[in-house]
């Protein structure tokens, strides 16, 4: 299971230990994009960082809505190395494959076939 180190107001990439792919998919989002992370047991919405002052991305994710609340809390407990791992939840997968899924749920056929459902 991939671990990280408690040590930032953000969860920095390259902190994390033991999974190469989840530090890929974190590096992989664009700036403001969400992802939800379970980390040392609590699940919770992650937003990527935006492009730092002097231009450079930033290879971080950044707790949002109430997990912002309990990352805070968190800070207490600098040093101390938890689980991490990626949630699909029902919403964010549902919001991943919506697109994919339009062109095939909304086509010409369908509408021909169901209209008067």
């Not at 040392?40 to 809505?65: F, L, S, Y």
């Not at 549902?94 to 909304?106: P, Q, R």
């Amino acid at each position: 299971m991939p671990s990280v180190e408690i040590r930032d107001n953000s969860l920095w990439a390259k902190h994390i230990q033991g999974g190469a792919l989840l530090r890929d998919r974190i590096l992989s989002l664009k700036p403001g994009e969400v992802i939800e992370l379970e980390v040392a047991g609590v699940v919770g919405a992650w937003e990527k960082t935006r492009v730092g002052k002097d231009g450079r991305a930033q290879e971080a994710v950044k707790p949002i809505g109430n997990m912002k609340k309990i990352w805070d809390r968190f800070q207490s407990r600098r040093g101390e190395i938890v689980e991490i791992r990626e949630i699909r939840t029902a919403d964010s997968y549902l919001a991943a494959v919506s697109d994919l899924l339009a062109d095939e749920w909304n086509s010409p056929e369908d509408e021909e076939a169901f209209r008067d459902l």
